[in-house]
């Protein structure tokens, strides 16, 4: 188990960036893969990007893709999510996730994930 906490959150107007963090417990970061996910008001939780636990591998939605960028520091136990030009439709709460995964697979559904942070809140005006 590993606990994670959210932070880098707020509200920005469209077309600006900004960084997620999250950063996680225990000594065996390296062997989780991480994620995030978003929730809008009112609608379901979507995966938005994914990493396999060495960092070597990515996935994105196809939403996201060519704004944000899922990174990892092993040694600071630390996910990011670097999200560049925001819409308005990336309103959401953003949610960390971990699972253990040491090896090459990586998952990318949230029911596959066990270890899930508080959220922290993303609003893009327009």
């Known amino acids: 188990q590993v606990q994670l906490v959210e932070s880098g959150g707020g509200l920005v107007q469209a077309g600006a960036s900004l960084r997620l963090s999250c950063a996680a417990s225990g000594r065996t970061f390296n062997n989780y893969a991480m994620a995030w996910f978003r929730q809008a008001p009112g609608k379901e939780r979507d995966s938005v990007a994914a990493i396999r636990s060495s960092g070597s591998s990515s996935y994105y939605a196809d939403s996201v893709k060519g704004r944000f960028t899922i990174s990892r520091d092993n040694a600071k136990n630390t996910v990011y999510l670097q999200m560049n030009n925001l819409k308005p439709e990336d309103t959401a709460v953003y949610y960390c996730?971990?699972?253990?995964?040491?090896?090459?697979?990586?998952?990318?559904?949230?029911?596959?994930?066990?270890?899930w942070g508080q959220g922290t809140q993303v609003t893009v005006s327009s």
């Open positions: 996730a971990a699972k253990y995964a040491p090896g090459n697979w990586y998952p990318t559904l949230d029911h596959e994930y066990d270890n």
